[in-house]
């Protein structure tokens, strides 16, 4: 897809680039680039490159204001990050990643990076296991398939068997804690938000720095996540 080619430093690409990307005539691309245009998907900048457009924008305003499990987790993250410190994130599971879609920082909050719009693969911290734990078998076996190595090295499973045993007492648990591995200074703890059939729509999660976590807190954030992923859950159940 056109707009996928638009991350990270490719914030302008010419028409060739882009042709050249899809693999499709200089032709077709043009009247590809002009519907996108005439959609404000797109914008024409110096010469024959083109950048995202507004209409991007505005489809993020109408996601934060109308996406379901933003309207009914959002008031959890606002809560969470006034009782702790830390970041609360509401993430969306798409594809092989997951997409946050919602961040809150408790008032002395230092730590900056991962935020809204921000994407990362499904391998490896809270939110990634947990989306794992509620994967398919199908796709449980894939995702192994495709990185057995890394998941082995890192104590995940040196068979899918045993990476499969990890991933049903996560799901049985509805909740994961991880340190130091998103962030080396941080700890991950994350709850899924299920839809209906227990479809994995996404996760709530709270980073913390590990030096601030003494048993008695990390016992609270755990029991205040994991009651969050409960609760929205049931009401995203019984919204469909």
């Not at 009247?31 to 991007?56: A, E, H, N």
């Not at 921000?118 to 947990?130: E, K």
């Amino acid at each position: 897809m056109i707009l996928d080619l638009f991350r990270g430093g490719n914030a302008e690409l010419t028409t060739e680039e882009i042709a050249a990307s899809l693999q499709i005539p200089l032709s077709t691309c043009y009247r590809y680039l002009k519907v996108m245009s005439d959609l404000g998907f797109l914008v024409s900048t110096s010469g024959s490159g083109y950048s995202l457009g507004p209409k991007i924008i505005l489809l993020g305003y109408h996601l934060q204001q109308n996406d379901p499990v933003i309207l009914v987790a959002r008031e959890h993250a606002d809560s969470i990050v006034r009782s702790f410190k830390g970041t609360a994130t509401i993430n969306r599971a798409f594809r092989q990643s997951f997409i946050c879609i919602y961040v809150r920082h408790s008032r002395h909050e230092t730590r900056t990076g991962f935020g809204a719009g921000d994407a990362m693969p499904i391998l490896s911290g809270a939110n990634a296991m947990l989306i794992q734990a509620f994967l398919s078998r199908h796709l449980q076996k894939k995702l192994y398939a495709e990185n057995e190595a890394e998941l082995a090295a890192t104590g995940r499973g040196k068979t899918f068997e045993e990476f499969k045993q990890g991933l049903s007492a996560i799901r049985q648990a509805r909740l994961c804690v991880v340190e130091g591995v998103v962030r080396r200074d941080s700890t991950g703890i994350a709850a899924p938000l299920l839809g209906p059939k227990n479809q994995i729509l996404g996760t709530f999660s709270f980073s913390i720095l590990t030096e601030d976590l003494t048993p008695e807190i990390e016992d609270a954030i755990k029991l205040r996540v994991h009651e969050v992923g409960i609760r929205v859950s049931d009401i995203l159940q019984r919204a469909e």
